[in-house]
């Protein structure tokens, strides 16, 4: 069985998360999106109310992508 981790394995380079989203009440009939991530491997858990902010976090915890001139 081959163990080694190889440069081009995409999922050597990924991360696992959680994703919880749900509505909260503000004022009456006023309902805002919160959202929460977790991080599975070290439990970071951060929450967002801006979809842009989610996704910017999930993609500054990815390995920066290997850049091999051919």
């Known amino acids: 069985m081959d163990t080694q981790v190889h440069a081009d394995d995409p999922w050597s380079h990924s ?4 994703v919880r989203v749900w509505y ?4 009456a009939d006023d309902w805002e999106v919160r959202m929460q991530t977790r991080h599975i491997l070290s439990g970071e858990t951060r ?24």
């Open 47 to 70: 929450y967002f109310r801006e979809w842009s902010l989610l996704a910017a976090y999930l993609v500054s915890k990815l390995d920066a992508p290997l850049h091999i001139d051919g």
């Open 24 to 27: 909260e009440l503000l004022e």
């Open 15 to 18: 991360q696992l998360f959680t």
